[in-house]
């Protein structure tokens, strides 16, 4: 039996096998890459490497075996259909008959045009007839903290109004993945996943303001004039108006995870957002 991870190289896949490593052998461990080169420092460890691409249904062919755990971290080329890519893997599992397959999905709340992909996918994971996980992750920290510099010097500028976000960080949610792959009992269960205590954006600027003894103020702007800020800052259009369109949600109260499924899943409280800006500002 494998514990299988797709997109092992990416931000959260990554997360994920290095809290594996400290869980379960590495031999234990297959990553699903597209560039092995990326993965060179997993092998190293005796992480068994595979290599597949969900726009290529061939390559997933002989990636899962009968008692596989799973895990399909949603892909990120969203002008290429996610849904029929998750689909490639899916079809790959039931195929292989493997014992879970856990999907990183969106909260069950969230409405915006960001969520349609992952209710597509859950659609046809729950259609397959595989013993499945929905894990339903909430909006991560590190969606705010990774580029700090505009927000520092600009103040934070987002189309959320008086919204709040129950964010936690990318490890919090390997963590919860992590448990669901090495634990017992999580076949045909859906969680729903974010941070212990919700934070505005108010709040988030008066947090930058403490931390870098800066006064940073938020700038709450319309949908339209985000979605022209980030066109302006670089980003596709659609792109920019799905991201703008997640911040109409947040305003809604879309993003507020109320189940306590994290911190009980990985037996400890989520990364608060002043602890990731703080880190972030570190780094």
Request: hydrophobic share 45%; net charge negative.
């Amino acid at each position: 039996m494998s514990i299988v991870v797709t997109g092992a190289t990416g931000h959260l896949g990554r997360h994920v096998v290095e809290q594996l490593l400290e869980k379960v052998p590495a031999e234990q461990i297959t990553a699903v890459v597209r560039t092995p080169e990326k993965a060179a420092d997993f092998a190293a460890k005796g992480v068994k490497i595979a290599v597949a691409d969900y726009n290529s249904p061939e390559t997933f062919d002989g990636v899962f075996a009968a008692g596989d755990k799973v895990l399909l971290i949603s892909g990120n080329e969203f002008d290429k259909g996610r849904p029929a890519q998750h689909q490639v893997v899916i079809d790959a599992a039931k195929a292989a008959g493997v014992a879970l397959l856990a999907y990183t999905s969106a909260p069950g709340t969230l409405t915006a045009a960001l969520a349609d992909d992952h209710r597509a996918t859950e659609k046809a994971l729950l259609a397959s007839g595989l013993p499945y996980s929905l894990l339903r992750n909430g909006w991560y920290n590190e969606n705010y903290t990774e580029n700090l510099a505009p927000a520092l010097e600009y103040g934070v500028v987002q189309a959320a109004g008086d919204g709040r976000v129950s964010s936690a960080s990318r490890a919090d949610y390997a963590a919860a993945a992590v448990a669901v792959l090495t634990g017992e009992g999580h076949e045909n269960t859906t969680y729903e996943l974010g941070g212990d205590e919700p934070w505005g954006f108010a709040e988030y600027a008066a947090e930058l303001s403490k931390q870098t003894g800066k006064e940073i103020a938020y700038n709450p702007v319309s949908v339209e004039a985000y979605t022209g800020i980030l066109v302006g800052a670089g980003l596709p259009e659609p792109f920019a108006a799905i991201l703008a369109g997640v911040d109409a949600s947040i305003e809604k109260g879309e993003l507020v995870v109320t189940s306590g499924d994290l911190a009980r899943l990985t037996g400890r409280p989520a990364t608060p957002i002043a602890a990731s800006i703080e880190a972030a500002l570190k780094g």
